[in-house]
């Protein structure tokens, strides 16, 4: 089992920026690839970034690529998301995420684990 736990959510202004984390717990940390997804109201829950074991390889969705950057320190059990510029669509609840898949693409039904989600909220 892998506990995942977020935190650094908050509201920020339009334009402003926010850093969220996520600790990890349990299994070996760097055996899993490690992702950001996001859920708005109403909407279904959607791939934002993800990062694979050594953080060499990093991949986002269109709509945060060149605001977003996620890192993962490994020697910490923490992966992170900095978000910069950021626009009211993009509060949601994010979730950090973690599989075991060595694909290019992450997708929420092939999540291994997930944490319980923070709010991000972005006011315009």
């Known amino acids: 089992q892998v506990q995942l736990v977020e935190s650094g959510g908050g509201l920020v202004q339009a334009g402003g920026s926010l850093r969220i984390s996520c600790a990890a717990s349990?299994?070996?940390?760097?055996?899993?690839?490690m992702g950001w997804f996001r859920q708005a109201p109403g909407k279904e829950r959607e791939f934002v970034a993800r990062?694979?074991?050594?953080?060499?390889?990093?991949r986002y969705a269109d709509s945060v690529k060149g605001r977003f950057t996620i890192s993962r320190d490994n020697a910490k059990n923490t992966v992170y998301l900095e978000m910069n510029s950021l626009k009211p669509e993009d509060t949601a609840v994010y979730y950090c995420?973690?599989?075991?898949?060595?694909?290019?693409?992450?997708?929420?039904?092939?999540?291994?684990?997930w944490g319980q989600g923070t709010q991000v909220t972005v006011s315009s």
């Open positions: 990062i694979n074991r050594n953080g060499l390889s990093t």
């Open positions: 349990g299994r070996t940390f760097s055996n899993y690839r």
């Open positions: 995420a973690a599989d075991s898949s060595f694909s290019l693409s992450m997708h929420v039904t092939g999540v291994d684990y």
